[in-house]
């Protein structure tokens, strides 16, 4: 077990699905899983195992942003020997062909600062995703009816934004949508030779404006974390 992870090692499964909210990670894994059992309680981080088509998978809440989504990938990586990390979760779409409820499969993830600035100093390292994922989450999202769309998202390190000026500048170069982890999950599969994936199911639009209510969020996420598996398993 580490500071952050209350885990035995056997109780982490080298596939790890990484959601931010510790709840949505429980409704994951009571509703993708089987033999779940609650491995992790830590500060209310929640996080589960069990098995999906025979495979084992850790459901492990990341908390909201880039730091907190770096200490439990690092302790996952460093401590558990994860190999296969996907972050599953919402983001604001930035293009007006997306729509809410669609899914992102993201090829990179553009951002202004990550935990791991200090290690690249002047250089702007170009963090990207695991291409055999991304080709098997391109492949599972064919078989759904669920509107999908591929390419670069935007990992911002602030909740409330006040750079238009930024969004105006992403949107123009064609980001598809803008969450708040997804960068440094890539940045520490690089450094460590792991499997790094981000799927996303569109919440809200910052062009239209259009949410999904919080009561239709968890139904709307099934998608995403049925590409995920079978991405991670293909």
């Not at 990207?128 to 669920?146: I, Q």
């Not at 792991?194 to 809200?204: E, F, G, M, Y």
Request: proline share 3%; hydrophobic share 40%.
């Amino acid at each position: 077990m580490t500071i952050h992870i209350g885990a035995n090692h056997e109780d982490i499964a080298e596939t790890v699905l990484m959601p931010g909210d510790p709840y949505r990670a429980k409704w994951a894994a009571e509703t993708f899983l089987q033999d779940v059992k609650c491995v992790n309680e830590v500060r209310g981080m929640l996080g589960f195992t069990g098995t999906w088509s025979g495979h084992r998978v850790t459901i492990q809440g990341s908390g909201m942003g880039m730091p907190s989504l770096s200490i439990y990938a690092n302790e996952l990586i460093t401590s558990f020997n994860a190999q296969t990390l996907i972050r599953i979760g919402s983001c604001g779409a930035m293009q007006e062909n997306i729509n809410v409820r669609d899914v992102i499969i993201a090829m990179t993830a553009t951002t202004l600062s990550t935990p791991s600035r200090g290690i690249f100093k002047e250089v702007n390292f170009a963090p990207c995703a695991d291409y055999g994922l991304l080709e098997s989450a391109v492949a599972a999202s064919r078989k759904r009816d669920v509107a999908t769309h591929v390419g670069g998202i935007y990992s911002s390190d602030v909740f409330y934004d006040e750079r238009p000026d930024l969004t105006e500048q992403m949107t123009r170069h064609g980001i598809l949508g803008v969450e708040m982890e997804a960068a440094e999950l890539y940045n520490l599969a690089a450094r460590h030779g792991r499997r790094a994936l981000a799927v996303l199911t569109v919440s809200d639009h910052l062009i239209t404006h259009e949410a999904l209510p919080a009561d239709q969020r968890e139904k709307s996420f099934g998608d995403m974390v049925e590409i995920a598996l079978e991405a991670a398993f293909a």
